[in-house]
């Protein structure tokens, strides 16, 4: 019924418009608002954090006690009070790591739900032409993948960047103490070590975000293919999409190699700078001390214990440079889907409650889909009686879903307008015009669990005895009552285990327990044989005489079964 997928959606107009830095603020507010409810664990976490840094700057000048004064001095006591003390904040450091890593894995889990759930509500208020151009594949990976990578920047890395800074300034202070000359020869070190890596980071940061695109679209492939395997297979393509599949693979392995041995390298060389800094301290140190440096063995050993303690934090303040290339293209995608506008809210008239009966009357009507070159229809006028059984027809691609897109509020029209019981469609609240105006589409979409519970999906409240008057309305009690468990049989993934007349019946049931002001039948009984159709149609007029029917079908319907039959567009030949 709808076009085909388009190529991926471009940025859209909204997003392209704002500049950058603005949209990246308004971002990081958007992701904030869900930070802060967290604030009280997360300041736990840091306190937490402060102190496993305090507890792991004591161990090396406890190292040079151990030495000096205990085994360089003899002393049994010392060494012996001094490794108990040691020993004792490791265990503290291992006690504030656990209860550290408990509060922050349930905070850093509910923002990461937080936002995710948001950009579903998000997903879940967009019109039909954003998911007629969007691949399913890339929709997931912006809900899975790019807001993760935004989530653990937002926490973990801030975190661990705090807790990084803290354990770094506290050991250069503590190495400044313990010998300003070889941490000068450090900090020669470090500067090396910097100059080299803003050569390398560039070429790691663009290297991982062209690996990061070939893993999605791998992801869009397997969506799309995995949910086409039957058309696949009744076309004899299976070589051709496996062929396609490793021609992408081959991309992934190319840039994944190349941004690994980028990143190995990345990461090697302040290995290396580090090693070759313990060497330079002892041969330096040792050489001071024999030159009549009052420098001792236990300030060596404790110099040298500090810079490898130095290490890690290091590294993750280099990392998240690193990480933060790789969350700016995360949150740009975000940002994009964040950016596609839900069709505009109305304050409805009718917020709930029963819609009145009453004309469907539509007036200059015209569409023209998002990106579409030209529009689906326009300047449509109509009239349909309450209560009337209409038979709406016309050839293919003439605009007839898109007419109910319109009519359910799915999108809005470009000009004219559609009023029902003399109320314009935009002054209802959307929930209840839907409540009202049921559509049963030719796809019937079901959903796993039992026949019920389909059934009952546009009201999950209704009896027992009303799902099981729909159910034999719509003829679904026919096929039900072969199965194990009748209407408590469970259906797979999307119904697949039934066939596409009873997906049909399914859906027709679940409308008709909707009880609705105006049901559009658009193809929703295609699948089904002549007379079931016709048995099917009857069951709905005597179940809802007063309902507005209407009935979109390519079919040779009898006429005589209608009130009217609109050729669509009124006024093309029928
Ligand atoms: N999401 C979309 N984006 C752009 N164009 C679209 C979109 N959906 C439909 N169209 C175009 O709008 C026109 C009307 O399509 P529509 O699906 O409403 O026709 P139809 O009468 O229901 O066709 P059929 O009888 O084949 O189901 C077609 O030209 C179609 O290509």
């Known amino acids: 019924m709808k076009a085909d997928a388009l190529p991926v959606a471009p940025q859209s107009p909204a997003a392209a418009a704002a500049p950058a830095a603005q949209r990246l603020s308004d971002l990081y507010r958007w992701a904030a608002g869900f930070v802060r409810p967290e604030r009280a664990a997360l300041g736990r976490v840091l306190l937490l954090s402060l102190l496993a840094v305090l507890a792991g700057l004591?161990?090396?000048?406890?190292?040079?006690t151990l030495i000096d004064d205990g085994i360089l001095a003899r002393d049994a006591g010392t060494v012996l009070a001094t490794g108990g003390w040691m020993v004792a904040l490791a265990l503290a450091a291992l006690a504030i790591g656990f209860t550290c890593r408990r509060i922050h894995v349930g905070a850093s889990a509910r923002i990461l739900h937080g936002m995710r759930e948001a950009l579903f509500a998000h997903v879940l208020r967009l019109p039909p032409d954003y998911f007629a151009r969007t691949r399913q594949g890339d929709l997931l990976a912006r809900l899975e993948g790019d807001l993760g990578e935004v989530q653990r920047f937002a926490v973990?890395?801030?975190?661990?960047?705090?807790?990084s800074l803290l354990t770094l300034v506290g050991t250069v202070l503590l190495l400044a103490l313990l010998s300003p000359k070889l941490a000068l020869l450090l900090a020669l070190l470090m500067a090396v070590n910097a100059a080299v890596l803003s050569w390398v980071r560039p070429r790691i940061e663009a290297l991982s975000r062209q690996s990061r695109d070939a893993g999605v679209e791998v992801s869009s492939f397997l969506v799309e293919k995995v949910g086409a395997v039957r058309c696949i297979q009744t076309h004899v393509a299976e070589s051709r999409e496996l062929s396609r599949l490793g021609g992408l693979h081959a991309t992934v392995r190319e840039r994944l190699l190349a941004a690994q041995l980028w990143g190995y390298l990345g990461g090697a060389f302040?290995?290396?700078?580090?090693?070759?800094?313990?060497?330079?301290?002892?041969?330096?140190?040792?050489?001071?001390?024999?030159?009549?440096?009052?420098?001792?063995?236990?300030?060596?050993?404790?110099?040298?214990?500090?810079?490898?303690?130095?290490?890690a934090p290091l590294h993750a303040l280099m990392g998240l440079y690193l990480q933060w290339q790789r969350v700016k293209v995360a949150l740009g995608r975000v940002d994009e889907l964040r950016a596609v506008p839900p069709p505009p809210e109305v304050a409805g008239d009718l917020l709930d409650g029963a819609l009145p009966a009453g004309d469907l009357v539509v007036r200059d009507l015209a569409c023209t889909h998002a990106g579409a070159p030209r529009a689906a229809f326009s300047g449509l006028n109509l009239?349909?009686?309450?209560?009337?059984?209409?038979?709406?027809?016309?050839?293919?691609?003439?605009?007839?879903?898109?007419?109910?897109?319109?009519?359910?509020?799915?999108?809005?029209p470009s000009a004219g307008w559609v009023s029902l019981a003399c109320i314009d469609l935009r002054g209802i609240d959307r929930a209840a015009l839907r409540?009202?105006?049921?559509?049963?589409?030719?796809?019937?979409?079901?959903?796993?669990?039992?026949?019920?519970?389909?059934?009952?999906?546009?009201?999950?409240?209704?009896?027992?005895?009303?799902?099981?008057?729909?159910?034999?309305?719509?003829?679904?009690?026919?096929?039900?009552?072969?199965?194990?468990?009748?209407l408590a049989t469970r259906v797979g993934p999307r119904g697949a285990s039934l066939s596409g007349g009873e997906r049909q019946r399914v859906a027709l049931a679940r409308a008709l327990l909707m009880k609705p002001a105006v049901l559009v039948i658009d193809e929703g009984t295609s699948s089904l044989d002549g007379a079931l159709e016709a048995r099917a149609l009857a069951a709905v007029d005597a179940l809802l005489p007063r309902t507005t029917r209407?009935?979109?079908?390519?079919?040779?319907?009898?006429?005589?079964?209608?009130?009217?039959?609109?050729?669509?567009?009124?006024?093309?030949?029928?």
């Not at 973990?156 to 807790?163: E, F, G, Q």
């Not at 024999?290 to 050993?301: I, M």
């Not at 309450?386 to 999108?411: C, E, H, Y």
Request: with cysteine.
């Open 550 to 574: 209407i009935v979109v079908s390519h079919r040779a319907l009898d006429p005589a079964q209608f009130d009217q039959v609109i050729d669509f567009p009124p006024g093309a030949p029928a």
């Open 383 to 412: 009239t349909i009686p309450a209560g009337a059984r209409v038979w709406l027809r016309g050839p293919s691609g003439s605009g007839k879903s898109t007419f109910i897109d319109l009519l359910q509020r799915l999108i809005e």
């Open 435 to 486: 409540r009202h105006l049921v559509v049963v589409s030719q796809e019937a979409v079901l959903f796993t669990g039992t026949l019920a519970d389909n059934i009952r999906y546009g009201r999950p409240d209704a009896s027992e005895a009303d799902v099981t008057a729909v159910a034999r309305a719509a003829g679904v009690d026919d096929f039900a009552a072969r199965l194990p468990d009748g």
């Open 156 to 163: 973990d890395a801030l975190l661990s960047a705090i807790n």
């Open 58 to 64: 004591a161990q090396p000048l406890l190292t040079r």
């Open 270 to 311: 302040p290995n290396l700078l580090l090693s070759l800094a313990v060497i330079g301290i002892f041969v330096v140190g040792s050489l001071s001390m024999l030159a009549g440096d009052p420098l001792t063995l236990g300030t060596l050993v404790a110099f040298a214990t500090c810079v490898q303690r130095a290490s």
